[in-house]
């Protein structure tokens, strides 16, 4: 009888179950995990499976027999109480049981983590950094580095009206290329806070420690592009660092590389020559970089955020902990009611430069070259009702260095 | 009871209540050595020495190629130029090689660093060992100055047999609190 | 002032009238109440925050707030619940109950109880002040991970300071659980015969003892690191910020169980009452309880496993979790064997009680799916465990502690509350909280991380879903309320057993109880 009902229960529970699948399916509802393109996803995925079927199964035979008793054994169907309550056998099978199950799952789970660790004979190293609010790559060996921002407008974004891409908050400026068929050791380290190396595709993520290297491991089968997200929480734009890995045929990879090597060699031929740059070049590109990198914290509008960071319009006022005014002070950036003045150029490119010690305001040094730096400045000195006229040539910042 | 001796009583307890109280907060604390030590031995989070290596001899595998891998990074605002002069170097477990890495100071002031080294991955580091490094103590520059700084290491040849590369890391730090007592 | 003084001297039995009957309080009953009311303001200041967080969440792009005031929500609304609404619940439950269950006439330590309640109103002005101070209010999350949590702005201390007392507030109401445990009980009530929740109690008491400190210690480390020059957790110095989470989750995952143990005792309570039959397998209950809270304290990594931790150190902390699944699953076996062959009816507290192991159930098995490692790099830090943590808090404590409301407040008030609102609640309830949390469960699969404030456009769909069952569940318990406030304000006379199949000593008192529960102690064969 138990079994009977028990065995149509299973039945409606598997229809029902597809059913929902399917009708979840048909519309724009992604369900399960996604199977990925190496083998350690698969592994991933098929232990995934493995444990939610059994799960499934153990709450099906534990509910059906509860629902069967929240049935049959009611008041109102005249039902009498028995009075057992104890037995030592069921207890002990119901311990044991369980245990057996348990250990068919660690066998299995066992297996996928010794080949996830196992960071041996890798064909190539890519260091991955982790920064507030971007990721940076490093192809080890190479001489090949750059940074990896999301590139979805910021209207998009903040503007309802305006129609979002296909893969809004899930592309970037600079995605990290690597070729298909090669095991790659990745390596994941931060500049500032704690983040999460993770997409999905791939079957991990690996925490970005300041201080420490983790190291980890992919192998991609097909060409594609795999896109991930930071997944430890990083502060205000923890949710605007994607991550956009494309595989490609070594073929294709080794013409992206020598693509890119050549673009370095260019990039620092074109900083070499000290040209004369005019005040709208400057302030047009200065207006691209300022969008990329400094939007983020000081807003399109330059206004900043109250307490955290401060405006970059002149006039504007500007109340947070002491300890944030007084450099700002010191620099000459703010009045001693608290407003904002616009200091020296001199001490403008130190800031950007070398960054705040002690706040989130960073060293752009490394990470930005003489021309984008001084068109900034300029940009940053000609904007939002700012008119100083200054117009800030790459030469200086390269003196200032 | 008296009513003395329940002072007494009271007061014992008392006493044994508030050991217990700086005890666990002590163990909160406590946690932090422990861990330190933990860390070292079982190489968790690539946490890996920061002292000279006292043995020095030993024998050396030459049958035994190791890669290792040298990274540098740069902690938020740290105002330095910082790379190491060689991206990878094969190596023998059981001998010594030496290497540097370049620092140079992009400010006009004095700056004080301090390097921390990690390895990855992190069951290798007990097996990471160093003689001469620029991680053992502070680093002074003057503004503007740049040099190399040397690090002598091996890998000793009780490293596991599936470990194949190893990568050492420096991240560089910038000392803020010792900027003011200059 | 003087005359409630006097009126205090003259009657023995009965409360003080006034404002100061509540400020000054010792008794076990005025306390619970106290507790409990606090609790519920929480719940509902929390739950707003909640709600702030669905609304944001309910289509892509930023509409309602900004990212770095949603990271405030997300931060503040963990804090407020775990510390604010479940705890106190539960410490408010031990204060009504517990005297009454061992046939005591108060708490074994009453002007400490009044004091562990009062310091909660000021900890949480001082959290909740935070939101309007310079740099507003914790946005690092409830763990506070160094170093993001480092760049707070002029709050830091002040959440630091408000954790302290949380803590204080806990160890104090948890050595005076233990006291009134292990000296009050009744003649003739050993161990083995003391009701589950006084046990499950007495275990979460010791449990809060161990680890409420170590919080502290960590707490304390951040704040010497911030302001005082350490480096504990500053690689700098030789810190490690991975040394932070390994403090805490030592604290954490104890913590985890400090919620959900009592919530076991309740549940193991009534489902006997409305089955009318014994609780299955007792004393194999107090075992697994015991064992689950001893198990508690080795697997804290699990938390963390994406650290980077060597691989040893990766099996151990994956076998000792899917352990728990043992003992867990033991309690969850013995609550259906209860019911089996008994002869139920199914009010309201029986009907939250069942919802809880079907739902924790649920939780349950989406823990045993994180604990498994290769899969919980998947799993690690998106929507799954989202959902996996509020199946297990959510229709788990809060309803466990809703359904103890219902269960006991014909007991407190002397009232029988409305049966029919209360269904109505019950349903409209569990049908709000598993349209909020279960299209989690598919977020996170389909790789959307948490604490985010906007999301890509593939996951439109089950957010807008969870949203509609947030705001139904969130306004559903305005009801609660009504049902709680009218039911204290009268009702339908309540019996003093309330319950056909209740058994216990509290159910020997008058309802409502006398003002000092047992006067002479009764003596149980």
Known sequence: ?401 | MTEDSIKQANKRLLVRLLIVVVAMFGFGFALVPVYSVFCKITGLNGKTSNEVAKDTSGPIDDKRIVTVEFLASLNESAPWEFHPEIAKLKVHPGEFYHIAYYAKNLTDQPLVGQAIPSVAPGLAASHFQKIECFCFSKQDFKPGEGRDMPVTFRIDTALPAEITTVTLSYTFFKLNEVAHQD | MSTATHVHEEHHEGPASGLTRWLFTTNHKDIGTLYLLFSLLMFFIGGTMALVIRAELFEPGLQIVEPYFFNQMTTMHALIMIFGAVMPAFVGLANWLLPMMIGAPDMALPRMNNWSFWILPFAFTLLLSTLFMQGGGPAGGWTMYPPLVLQMGAAFPFVIFSVHLMGMSSIMGAINVIATILNMRAPGMNLLKMPLFVWTWLITAFLLIAVMPVLAGAVTMLLTDKFFGTSFFNAAGGGDPVMFQHIFWFFGHPEVYIMILPAFGVVSQIIPTFARKPLFGYSSMVYATASIAFLSFIVWAHHMFTVGMPLGGELFFMYATMLIAVPTGVKVFNWVSTMWKGSMTFETPMLFAIAFVILFTIGGFSGLMLAMTPADFQYQDTYFVVAHFHYVLVPGAVFSIMAAVYYWLPKWTGHMYDEKLGKIHFWLSVIGVNLLFFPMHFLGLAGMPRRIPDYALQFTGFNEIATYGAFLFGFSQLLFVYIVFKTIRGGQKATSQVWEGAEGLEWTLSSPPPYHSFETAPVVK
């Open chain 1, 1 to 401: 009888m138990l079994v009977n009902f028990l065995a149509r229960l299973r039945g409606v529970a598997i229809i029902g179950g597809l059913l929902f699948w399917s009708m979840c399916a048909c519309a724009d509802y992604k369900l399960n995990m996604p199977v990925g393109v190496t083998d350690t996803s698969r592994d991933v995925y098929d232990l995934h499976m493995l444990t939610f079927w059994v799960c499934v199964w153990i709450g099906v035979v534990v509910f059906g027999v509860m629902f069967y008793s929240m049935y049959h054994h009611r008041k109102s169907k005249g039902a009498v109480a028995a009075q057992f309550h104890e037995s030592t056998t069921v207890e002990i099978i119901w311990t044991i049981v369980p245990m057996l199950i348990l250990i068919g799952m660690a066998i299995p789970a066992t297996r996928t983590l010794i080949a996830m660790e196992d960071t041996s004979k890798p064909d190539l190293t890519i260091k991955v950094t982790g920064y507030q609010w971007k990721w940076g790559y490093e192809y080890l060996g190479e001489g090949v580095q750059f940074f990896s921002s999301l590139s979805t407008p910021r209207e998009q974004i903040t503007d309802d009206s305006v129609k979002k891409d296909e893969h809004y908050l899930l592309e970037v400026d600079n995605p990290l290329v690597v070729p298909i068929n090669k095991k790659i050791r990745i390596l994941t380290t931060a500049a500032d806070v704690i983040h999460s190396w993770w997409v999905p595709d791939l079957g991990w993520k690996k925490d970005a420690i300041p201080g420490f290297v983790n190291d980890s491991w992919t192998l991609i089968k097909e060409p594609g592009i795999y896109r991930g997200q930071c997944a430890e929480l990083c502060g205000k734009d923890h949710g605007f660092m994607p991550i956009v890995v494309e595989a490609k045929t070594q073929e294709d990879y080794d013409k992206w590389l020598a693509s890119k090597k050549a673009k370095a060699t260019q990039v620092a031929a074109a900083d070499a020559v000290d040209r004369e740059w005019t005040k709208d070049e400057l302030m047009a590109k200065g207006k691209e970089v300022y969008g990329t990198i400094c939007t983020a914290c000081h807003q399109a509008n330059g206004e900043g955020m109250p307490g955290t960071f401060p405006p970059l319009v002149a006039g504007k006022e500007f109340s947070a902990a002491e300890t944030m005014l007084t450099p700002l002070r010191e620099d000459g950036f703010l009045s001693d009611d608290n407003k904002i003045i616009m200091g020296s150029v001199e001490n403008h490119a130190k800031i950007v430069l070398h960054g705040v010690p002690g706040s989130a305001m960073q060293a752009y040094a490394e990470q930005l070259s003489d021309a984008e730096i001084a068109a900034v400045i300029t940009y940053e000195r000609n904007s939002w009702g700012n008119n100083t006229g200054d117009v800030v040539q790459p030469s200086t910042i390269k003196a200032a260095r």
